[in-house]
């Protein structure tokens, strides 16, 4: 079947390669050295900085993005507003990459208009206090300009999920609103809200476009670090890079699958 | 329901609109400012005048559509066979269609260049065609999650088994099955796929930008390096490109063969009949 | 001694008008159903009792207190919904001390009393279920165990038995029927079987376009129903097109039938005639007293009944007789004589469409 062979050549094989590399040293002894190489400080710091990325984002993503969800499909406002956010969300969700880092520089740049706004207008200089969009929290927001309309997307059928019946019923027993949220709106939507979670985390930590444009490839996560491996063998090891690689595809993997279970759970609930 | 005016959620709405809609204002106020102290769509202007423009647009527009073609050429019978004859290997298939998600753009590439570079038994990337090539497959790969999902929808909605039992109890060989009624009832779904694919494919940048193709992702950081105001017009460009996309992807996913393809003048219309 | 009181209720969604003039009474640990087809409004006087609408206008009374501007959550009401509604997310225990633990009672309080009501439904064996694990007819035991558990002031039934087997319709019917006498606690059940309203019920409301057209007995009902539509909704029912011949006689396919209920109408004004299928038969019993001629056009043996259908003066008029190990089948084509009572004429008020 060619769908297997295209598999086999294009995703199966180039994994298998770094994995095979990742336990190999330089001079092909198989050892784990170069998966313990990992643990190096710089190598370390650069996962941690990614995680830490992924994690702000994605958790701004998720919180923002419930809200909002819930907002729109709950909160009593008129149906275009709703239709209006959907449209805008699935547009949103995909506009990542270099474009989104060249908004974020006009909009909070040293010279975007918010700063100036900001600093005309409202007499606050944000630079001054110490912003820049191209550190951490910089960056972190810049995520969640595709990381909130993701969640509003992803969670959209969890919240048409929570029948009318069951706040209806909450009620009837004698319970407050928070209370129907506390009890039973939020433990019905939490696997699927931790599940959204990972996978904003996942698209986070596979970013590199946005970083890239946005810090000309000078804010070393994973990804940049690999990139810049591949450009020009930084590391002096090519090894340290399949295990950077296979290190990356562990934590996507592990993710992933922890999101498929979540799902799961939450799916035996939705019928 | 009680009918409370919902400020709260009102506040809410605005402040999303606001966080979705200022970096667009703003960026777009910004293109408009290349010329010192008026407005104007000189930026624009310079981008489409600048012969790079037009060449890593053509460029990356045939790679997209090459990626396209290949990519319906693999899913589409894999699809139609999974369903009509591998139900068991339905898993396996979906879990491979989803592997593009899991594995970092960056990853991937990391493999081709070594499995595919100048020392293997394949040297794709030692020749520019080649290379080409291998681009054309990592946009493949990419769209693959989307493609995959978007056509396997589009042959759930119709009964693929019986129409092809129907098909061939009427003589049609199985070739013709496929063009004359699978393919035309799932179009819609290829189509939407397609657009998808293309939205992907056109910025990309760490394939292209890895493999040293001459294409619209790698200019766009070039441009966002070497320029102020052009930048924030390529920016806008693109949202709007994404943004046709999207609506052109979302008309096609929920198009049933034979409906108009602006469904919601016949739906208004239907309605108003009604009433 | 009424514990419910709607009095003069109004509900409008826009310029539509769903209920119009409601007023009923129900007493304590009275049974009521409200019976009526979709879009009759019924659920939406449910609602209003519940809470969970409130009336355009009118008042609603429990125990003679005015509840109408009473949130839900405020009006100690045990509700069973259609589609079950258990909280998915917690096992049979938790949903039945869902309004237990929202009162703070102890949970010595709680373990004791979700105990009382499982075994009240017989499903204490299946305490720690989850609601996905079990069947409908189950799930539903567990849905009017949660409602009944706070020991609420009414029970509120929203069609619980639709969505589930005909044969588990039936034994639910029975139990909740038999839970309602034990516990005495006053209900209202909204339904759209006539059968479930006429079987279960101390009384029934039939609604018709936003009014209750009669409220009455199952017997009065079904035996005397006050419009053609309550005739025609509450069990089968042949109508004849008459003529009023006088106070108390019709004219109906060329006889005139006198000695029956008062028409109330001046001779010459037509009228609508009603009698059940099972008011008539093929071969004469004790009381029946009129006949009209007909010929065969079907029959069919039913098990416990047999149908016929019988053309009478150019109509087809259903037939239901009891069947005996000496009846006969009628044979088709055959003419023959149907007989009735005349108390069992029916006079109907307006002339059905």
């Keep these: 079947m060619p769908f297997l062979l295209f598999a086999l050549l294009f995703l199966i094989l180039p994994v298998l390669y770094l994995v095979n590399g990742a336990f190999q040293t330089p001079d092909g002894r198989y050892s784990l050295e170069t998966m313990l190489s990992l643990s190096a400080p710089e190598i370390a710091s650069s996962y941690l900085l990614s995680i830490q ?98 969640m509003v997307l992803m969670i959209t059928p969890a919240l048409e999920g929570l029948r009318p019946e069951w706040r209806e019923a909450a009620e009837s027993l004698g319970a407050s609103r928070k209370q129907y949220l506390t009890r039973v709106a939020l433990p019905l939507l939490a696997p699927s809200v931790l599940g959204c979670f990972l996978l904003l985390f996942a698209n986070a930590f596979g970013t590199l476009a946005t970083i890239y444009a946005l810090t000309s490839a000078n804010f070393p996560v994973v990804p940049i670090v690999l990139f810049q491996q591949i450009r020009g063998n930084v590391l002096y090891n090519p090894n340290l890079g399949y295990a950077l690689a296979v290190g990356m595809i562990l934590i996507m993997g592990l993710t992933n699958t922890l999101y498929f279970i979540l799902r799961r759970r939450a799916e035996r609930w939705q019928k | 329901m009680t009918r409370r005016p919902p400020i709260l959620s009102i506040l809410i709405a605005l402040i999303g609109a606001a966080f979705f809609l200022v970096p667009l204002i703003a960026t777009f106020n910004f293109s408009l400012r290349m010329k010192r102290g008026e407005l104007s769509f000189a930026a624009y202007r310079s981008v489409f005048e600048s012969d790079t423009f037009l060449s890593v647009l053509s460029f990356s527009a045939v790679a997209s559509l090459m990626a396209i073609v290949l990519g319906i050429l693999i899913v589409v019978p894999t699809a139609y066979w999974v369903r009509l004859r591998l139900p068991r290997m339905r898993p396996v298939i979906e879990f491979l269609s989803l592997m593009p998600l899991i594995i970092p753009p960056v990853v991937l590439v990391f493999g081709y260049v070594r499995i595919y570079g100048t020392s293997s038994i394949l040297p794709l990337t030692m020749t520019q065609m080649g290379t080409n090539i291998l681009l054309v497959i990592g946009y493949v790969v990419l769209s693959i999650p989307y493609m995959y999902r978007a056509i396997d929808n589009g042959m759930a909605s119709i009964d693929i088994a019986t129409l092809t039992e129907a098909a061939e109890s009427l003589g049609a060989s199985r070739l013709r099955t496929i063009a004359v009624v699978i393919f035309p009832n799932v179009q819609s779904a290829i189509v939407s796929g397609a657009f998808l694919t293309f939205s992907i494919s056109m910025g990309e940048f760490v394939i292209t930008s890895l493999l040293n193709r001459p294409a619209f992702g790698p200019y766009l950081v070039q441009m966002g390096q070497d320029f102020a105001y052009q930048p924030s017009a390529l920016a806008i460009m693109a949202f709007v490109f994404t943004w046709v996309c999207m609506v052109l992807m979302e008309l096609f996913a929920t198009r049933k063969p034979g409906q108009r393809l602006l469904p919601w003048f016949v739906r208004r219309t239907v309605q108003k009949g009604k009433l | ?107 010595a309080q709680i373990d004791a009393r979700v105990s009382e ?78 059968e479930e309203a006429l079987s279960i019920s101390d009384r029934v409301v039939v609604m018709h376009k936003g009014r209750a057209d009669q409220i009455g007995s199952p017997a009065q009902i079904y035996n005397h129903p006050s419009t053609g539509f309550v005739a025609n909704f509450v069990g089968k029912l042949n109508t004849f097109d008459a003529m009023a011949s006088g106070t108390d006689s019709v ?103």
């Design chain 3, 117 to 194: 009501m499982l075994d009240l439904i017989s499903l204490g064996h299946l305490a720690d279920r989850y609601p996905y694990q079990m069947s409908g007819g189950q799930q539903q035991r567990v849905a009017l165990a949660r409602a009944l558990a706070p020991r609420p002031n009414l029970l509120l039934l929203d069609e619980p038995l639709s969505a589930l087997d005909a044969q588990i319709r039936t034994s639910l019917r029975d139990d909740i029927r038999r839970i309602q006498q034990e516990l005495g606690i006053t209900t209202i059940f909204v339904t759209h079987d006539q």
């Design chain 1, 53 to 150: 990325l992924s994690l702000a984002s994605a958790a701004m993503g998720t919180v923002f993005g419930l809200v909002l969800g819930y907002t729109l499909l709950l909160g009593g406002l008129p149906g275009w507003v709703r239709r209006a956010f959907m449209t805008f969300s699935g547009v949103a969700s995909n506009f990542a990459g270099v474009p989104l880092a060249f908004a974020f520089i006009a909009t909070l740049g040293r010279l975007g208009l918010v700063t100036l706004v900001l600093r005309d207008i409202f007499g606050i200089n944000i630079y001054a206090a110490g912003f820049t969009l191209f550190s951490f929290w910089g960056l972190a927001l810049t995520y969640l300009y595709f990381q909130l309309p993701l």
């Design chain 3, 251 to 353: 004219a109906v396919a060329g006889q005139n039938i006198a000695g029956l209920r008062s028409t109330a109408m001046p001779p010459g004004t037509p009228i609508t005639v009603a009698l059940r299928p099972e008011a008539l038969s093929l071969a004469r019993r004790p009381g029946d007293d009129l006949s009209l001629p007909g010929r065969v056009l079907t029959s069919s043996f039913l098990g416990s009944v047999i149908r016929a259908q019988i053309e009478i003066a150019g109509q087809s008029v259903s037939v239901d007789m009891f069947n005996r190990s000496d009846a006969v089948l009628p044979v088709v084509g055959e003419q023959t004589e149907v007989w009735f009572a005349r108390h069992d004429v029916l006079i109907l008020r307006e002339v059905s469409p």
């Design chain 3, 1 to 107: 001694m009424s514990f419910l009181t709607l009095t003069n209720i109004n509900k409008s969604f826009g310029a539509n008008t769903v209920v119009r003039d409601l007023d009923l009474t129900v007493n304590t640990g009275e049974f009521v159903s409200v019976l009526g087809p979709s879009g009759c409004g019924k659920t939406t006087v449910l609602r209003m009792i519940a809470g969970f609408e409130t009336p355009s206008s009118g008042s609603i009374r429990v125990d003679g207190t005015d509840v109408t501007a009473l949130p839900a959550s405020r009006r100690k009401i045990g509700m069973v919904f259609q589609a079950y509604a258990l909280f998915p997310n917690m096992s049979v225990r938790e949903n039945v001390a869902f309004g237990l633990k929202i009162v703070g009672m102890s949970r």
